[in-house]
Every structure is written in structure tokens, then in C-alpha cells.
């Protein structure tokens, strides 16, 4: 039986959205399972992670897994910004 979970991130705008996406899809791209499918779409703001797979541990793991990058993408481009926020200043 397949398990599947959606989560939906809201980040502060669309470019943030977009540089997170783009951090993180090669490692969708590059996980290699026959039995996991593994997406994250950009709509706005918000990206859409979708897990499907045939385990809960799966599931939780790959789930945990990502929202740890995301959430490092994310932290680093607020630093980026911020230093680059204040060389402009």
C-alpha cells in the first residue's frame, strides 16, 4: 500500500520561492526509486512538496530530509541578502 503526504512552505515572495526550488530540485531530480515519487511545484509563493511512497518511515525520512534543505536554502539566501542589503547602504 502507498502512503503519500502534500505539504505546502509559504515563503516571504516569489523570488525566495523560486531560489529555494531551484536549490533544491536536483536532488528531486538525482533520488533514484522505483518505488518513491517525489515532486515540489512553485504556485506564487508557495511550494508544493508532494512524497508518494510505499513506507512511513520512507515518507517521514524524505520529508524530514527536505525541509532541512529547504529550510538552509532558505536561511542562506536571507543572509545573502541581508549582507548584500548593507554593501548597497
Known amino acids: 500500500m502507498k502512503v503519500s503526504a502534500s505539504l505546502r512552505l509559504m515563503f516571504r515572495d516569489l523570488n525566495t520561492a523560486k531560489a529555494v526550488r531551484a ?15 517525489i515532486s515540489l511545484n512553485l504556485e506564487g509563493e508557495c511550494l508544493i512538496l508532494e512524497i508518494e511512497t510505499y513506507s512511513v518511515s520512507s515518507l517521514r525520512a524524505l520529508f524530514n530530509s527536505y525541509l532541512r534543505w529547504m529550510l538552509c536554502a532558505e536561511e542562506t539566501i536571507g543572509i545573502v541578502a541581508d549582507r548584500t542589503e548593507s554593501l548597497l547602504d
Open 23 to 37: 536549490a533544491i530540485f536536483p536532488e528531486i531530480l538525482s533520488y533514484k526509486s522505483t518505488q518513491t515519487d
